[in-house]
């Protein structure tokens, strides 16, 4: 049957058919979906004592060959994991799995949910890739076992266990698995250490993006002699570029000369990867023939690459004889789109 749909017929569908209608879920392709725990309380949390772990209650989703379909699964009750003997010299790492056996695909003989511990190979430094039957399983944890470790020495659970869960969620839902989680259909979200994200298609972007900001301030006052822009008693600041790639600059000055000439206030912009952005010049500059000037204020908005640290500082000059400068500020501000 091409085309079908769940809990509609009296007859003719299986149960590989109805999973495949009812796995609504994070997908991963047209017919799989991300396996993983269902958030909520701490699921399938491992504990333990001596050399025996305590699974926690928990439900997930098991996905098992795309033609399979993916598996609703629960342990309602703690169940108990006894974790072997060490090796007498080498440690072995283990790992807790929850697998699903289905007969029809896997000619287990069986058809139910089990959690499953496996014992890795000592000295090889590295935990079992797959349980040793079934088509359908979710890596829940690993386990390092030291070598020699027994009820008289048993391990140390802090030490030992290597947290494998990944979460999944209902189609649409936010996903809780931050990085772990890929991007598999525009509008899809995540939680990103707290972060939310929203997947473009190509990339996750932040929906409220962390925005940098800068402020440096010098009250004192400098001369300026120098006729070409140069740094005088140099003032710099710097912020992280955010996603939307625009950094907003506000600068504040103060500046007088001793004669009729022109004393004037530019920046330059530099990028920790991208190199000069912006070149201080007389067009965008804030410029005084006073012997003592007002405030100034100038707002720009510069562009570079995200992520990268961009830096502004003040340059000065005067087209002669003595000029000065006091009242410096900087201040620099992520924009968000």
């Not at 997930?60 to 060959?65: M, N, R, S």
């Not at 009729?260 to 530019?266: A, E, F, H, P």
Request: glycine share 12%; net charge neutral; proline share 4%.
């Amino acid at each position: 049957m091409a085309v079908y749909a769940a809990w509609n017929a009296l007859s003719g569908l299986t149960r590989t058919m109805i999973r495949l209608a009812i796995g609504l879920v994070t997908p991963t392709g047209a017919l799989t979906v991300r396996a993983g725990v269902v958030p909520g309380g701490t699921p399938l949390l491992l504990t333990g004592s001596g050399m025996t772990g305590s699974l926690a209650p928990g439900r997930a989703i098991v996905q098992g060959t795309s033609a399979q379909g993916a598996y609703p699964a629960v342990v309602d009750a703690a169940t108990s994991v006894s974790i072997a003997n060490g090796h007498a010299s080498l440690s072995r790492i283990d790992t807790v799995w929850l697998v699903v056996f289905d007969t029809d695909i896997d000619s287990s003989g069986s058809r139910a949910a089990q959690i499953v511990y496996q014992q890795g190979t000592a000295g090889s430094g590295s935990a079992p890739s797959a349980p040793a039957s079934g088509t359908a399983y979710l890596r829940l944890w690993d386990v390092t076992v030291p070598a020699g470790a027994s009820s008289g020495s048993p391990i140390n659970w802090g030490a030992a266990l290597t947290d494998r869960r990944v979460y999944t969620v209902a189609l649409g839902g936010i996903n809780p698995g931050g990085s772990s989680v890929s991007g598999q259909y525009t509008g899809q979200y995540r939680d990103n250490a707290g972060l939310l994200e929203r997947y473009t298609g190509s990339a996750w972007t932040p929906i409220n993006p962390v925005l940098g900001s800068a402020f440096v301030e010098d009250g004192t006052q400098r001369a300026i002699t120098n006729t070409s822009y140069a740094d005088v008693s140099t003032l710099a600041a710097s912020v992280t570029v955010p996603p939307s790639g625009k950094v907003e600059v506000i600068l504040t000055c103060r500046q007088f000369n001793s004669t009729s000439t022109i004393t004037s206030t530019s920046f330059r912009v530099t990028g920790s990867s991208s190199g000069t952005l912006y070149t201080e010049n007389d067009v965008n500059a804030m410029s005084s023939t006073d012997t003592d000037s007002p405030q100034q204020v100038m707002a720009r908005q510069v562009s570079a690459a995200a992520g990268e640290t961009v830096t502004v500082t003040f340059k000065h000059r005067v087209t002669s004889g003595t000029g000065g400068c006091y009242y410096r500020s900087i201040s620099l501000k992520g924009l968000a789109a």
